[in-house]
Nanobody, 115 residues
């Protein structure tokens, strides 16, 4: 059973930065990749960014140029560097990884962008 634990959320002013971390209980990201998703109140969960097992990255149009996804295989950790944050980035952010058997999700971390 893979466990994912996110951290790094918080309250930040517009234009500020945060870095989210996602620690996996196993060395899984280098094989299956990982992604960051977010869900704002009243909205469906949406993809933010994905890094494939081979390292290829994909971003939602709304975060391109502002967010950067990365990972440290030695630490079983994925990151989401978020810069130039906007109020519309406010959401619960989740990390996830998909294996052939199932998808695993973290518990989420709240990001609030407000002055």
């Amino acid at each position: 059973q893979v466990q994912l634990v996110e951290s790094g959320g918080g309250l930040v002013q517009p234009g500020g930065s945060l870095r989210l971390s996602c620690v996996a209980s196993e060395s899984i990201f280098s094989i299956y990749g990982m992604g960051w998703y977010r869900q704002a109140p009243g909205n469906q969960r949406e993809l933010v960014a994905v890094i494939a097992g081979g390292g290829r990255t994909t971003y939602a149009d709304s975060v391109k140029g502002r967010f950067t996804i990365s990972r440290d295989n030695a630490k079983n950790t994925g990151y989401l560097q978020m810069n130039s944050l906007k109020p519309e980035d406010t959401a619960v952010y989740y990390c996830s990884t998909n294996t052939p058997l199932r998808a695993y999700w973290g518990q989420g971390t709240q990001v609030t962008v407000s002055s």
